[in-house]
């Protein structure tokens, strides 16, 4: 067997990795779908204990979770998996925090197919084929699966936003699942929430309200930020994960509308995916952007100076910026002057 | 602006960043197919003068361009973009290593869709729907994308399988693009090679064959390889990338037909995504069974032990295993006894 050694060059293996991590986002899909992650936390940590538990084959088994391996979101050793410390926080069904739902939305075929065409996106500077209709259905999807991912966010949020036993009248922008004026219910005794959104997406806000307790401490406000009335007298405005959605012209001109109704003094509290000036860090931050290309006309991840200048346009005073690490979110606080 | 420290928690980037992770594959092939990289190579390194080379917006290559620098595809210093040593060498289109064809394989519609489904695929062991059927077309297609990932291997395991200058009968089964038979031929001068594949997909072959100039060195069997009669009186037997398609024993009788076709002493040469014995490493070779579990009825990835002995099974003596690197394949030499 005749032997050379072969010409030098480069690995494709990255680029071949990439065009088909499709394949990762739908095994992870898969093995939260099986609960593979909650019987290997019972115990269950080897393929041919975890298939009958998943009515699954052992082969089928061991692909998905040598796959998952590789990944990083288990581990393996001797032919027995473990959970990686975000997995088994975050993918155990019997753990406090599980957020397994969330799969549902970011992999739902109508996510998935926003970015069939990226060039398109790109000639486009946006989607066309967006999510921002009137009641649309995907935004009660997103408020029941994504509630988990924000419990952590909100929860941080809530303690800069009012001081626990000071009367404050909240309200909660574009409210989805409602967890950030919840958590600040929550944090707070003395607040009192107005969750704002479209009627169906309202239903969700006030079930997760009446389930986390602050039954007779909410109201709600149905129908379109932009052109409900939101009353006058607010402490605090929160608008979480809104901005992103929208042009900054647009921002600003529900910024204006949003400080007409807070008290003089009042606080906007902005959270957001916030990138560096770099917009190419922190990654959860800077991806982001994509994420809004693919599903907004024009929409996008804005940096703190851009947020700040909104803040500034529209009336507000200096704005400052708070990490919610270890959530991947920032809040930006500024008062209406 | 009271102001708390938070719950000590998890980040749970990592999960939100892979049940995305679609977005990585389309947006690598939509960068591929506006030649963004070779915009980049050839001196276009800002948004704003990349954007009209693509008939793209600047917020759109902006949000594209970002996006693949996170991922380490582009670096970007001071709004510049530059090209990562992988994408400068096999992304640009004036590269001679090019080869932006693949993500048009790898993200087709038909391969993204069978992943939809992955607890199916892992309850059933393997796809339901899949893509052996005689002259599917998806191998044409996997031909013409293909071929420039198999340069690199075809080059280095032509080196291995025959001295050049020695004449030599090689069978190339399952042939697909025909790149491992023809860089036999280009190694060796006095080879002749024999494709074997379904008429349609030889026609690749043929034409890659003529374009590379091996003309008047080869012919053709078609039909499918487990039905056609090989002939005898082969040198060597070439598998590239066919054995992963099948079961264990399904392989040990197509073996134990190419062992029949070889002269004694010719030679089996597997070219494989050979796993090591933990099937977790090394990633290229681990990450294979998933795309076999998605789109074979009952393929794999095996690893050098299980070749070995489905080698041994058919009649084979003791195989040795090369690593193709930097390609990330192996090549399995056994001779016939």
């Given at each position: 067997m005749p032997s050379r050694p072969g010409p030098v060059s480069i690995n494709p293996g990255r680029i071949h990795q990439a065009l088909t991590s499709y394949q990762l986002a739908m095994a992870l899909k898969g093995a939260i779908e099986l609960e593979v992650f909650t019987h290997i936390a019972a115990g269950a940590t080897t393929a041919d204990t975890i298939a009958p538990l998943c009515h699954g084959t052992e082969k089928g088994v061991r692909v998905l979770c040598d796959y998952l391996t590789v990944h990083g979101f288990l581990t393996k050793v001797k032919g027995s998996y473990g959970l990686a410390p975000d997995t088994a926080a975050?993918?155990?069904?019997?753990?406090?925090?599980?957020?397994?739902?969330v799969a549902e939305f970011f992999t739902h075929p109508a996510m998935v197919s926003k970015y069939r065409d990226v060039a398109a996106l790109v000639r486009n500077g946006?989607?066309?084929?967006?999510?921002?209709?009137?009641?649309?259905?995907v935004w009660v999807e997103f408020a029941r699966y994504m509630a988990p991912m924000f419990a952590l966010p909100a929860s941080i949020a809530a303690t800069y936003v009012t001081r626990s036993g000071e009367p404050a009248k909240v309200l909660d922008v574009?409210?989805?699942?409602g967890l950030f004026g919840i958590h600040v219910a929550l944090h707070n005794p003395a607040a009192e929430i107005i969750f704002q959104d479209w009627e169906n997406v309202l239903q969700v806000a006030c079930e997760n309200a009446a389930k986390m307790g602050i039954t007779g401490r909410f109201g709600t406000i149905p129908g379109s930020a932009f052109d409900v009335d939101f009353g006058t007298g607010y402490d605090v405005a929160l608008l979480p994960n809104?901005?992103?959605?929208?042009d900054f012209t647009t921002n600003v001109t529900l910024l204006k509308k949003v400080r007409a109704a807070l008290k003089h003094g009042g606080l906007a509290a902005v959270i957001e995916f916030v990138p560096n000036?770099?917009?190419?860090?922190p990654p959860d931050g800077a991806l982001f952007a994509m994420r809004m290309l693919g599903t907004t006309p024009s929409g996008d991840a804005y940096t703190f100076a851009e947020i700040d200048r909104m803040l500034r346009e529209a009336g507000f005073g200096a704005s400052e910026s708070h990490s919610l690490a270890p959530a991947h979110q920032h809040l930006v606080l500024a008062r209406n002057r």
């Open positions: 975050l993918l155990d069904k019997n753990s406090p925090s599980y957020m397994g739902s946006g989607a066309t084929d967006h999510t921002l209709a009137p009641n649309d259905n574009a409210a989805g699942h809104f901005l992103h959605h929208f000036e770099d917009r190419v860090s």
